[in-house]
């Protein structure tokens, strides 16, 4: 059987190889100040959390007392004025509110406060929306439940007249 050619053990001093082959990294020169600066990042990103925190809860209290007020117009008054829905008027308010807070900020506090204040503005918009809903609803019922009445009211005033029982009687069939 051949037999392959061996490299003899004195051949290779393997004292004399380096203990790590790898190349060594050139050191790069680091900024002394890279601590510094991360520290002030870092208590600067708290400040901004900290002023955003205020801000939005300075819009959460506007939206409180918003709240409070539409809950308090009641049937007739959450009918459209001047061109402009209920909830319009009152989801306008609390943009004012925001945008008012937010000129307060530096332009990354008011990035983030921005963000918060849209969640809230839905949310309110939808409470608001259900209660015009609700409140336009019932108000539509009352006033055709009115309008029965007035017609019963015709009806027995004039219960020998024909032509007004039949008016009367028209204005119960549109009503229901």
């Not at 009641?74 to 829905?85: E, F, W, Y």
């Not at 409470?127 to 019932?138: D, I, K, N, S």
Request: aromatic share 6%; hydrophobic share 40%.
């Amino acid at each position: 059987m051949p037999t392959v050619p061996g490299i003899p053990d004195s051949s290779v001093d393997l004292k004399a190889l380096p203990s790590n082959p790898r190349v060594p990294m050139p050191v790069i020169a680091q900024d002394p100040y890279s601590g510094i600066t991360a520290a002030v990042n870092k208590y600067r990103d708290m400040a901004d959390a900290t002023r955003v925190a205020e801000a939005t809860n300075e819009l959460e209290k506007q939206r409180i007392d918003l709240t409070a007020d539409y809950s308090k117009q009641l049937g007739a008054n959450v009918l459209p004025k001047d061109g402009q829905t209920f909830t319009d008027r009152y989801v306008g308010q609390l943009k004012d509110a925001a945008g008012s807070i937010a000129m307060n900020l530096t332009p990354r506090q008011q990035f983030l406060f921005n963000q918060q204040a849209q969640v809230m503005g839905t949310q309110f918009q939808s409470a608001v929306q259900q209660h015009e809903t609700q409140q336009l609803f019932g108000h539509s019922v009352n006033q055709w439940s009115e309008k029965i009445d007035l017609a019963n009211q015709v009806a027995a005033q004039s219960f020998r007249d024909p032509a007004a029982l039949g008016a009367a009687q028209g204005n119960i069939d549109a009503a229901v």
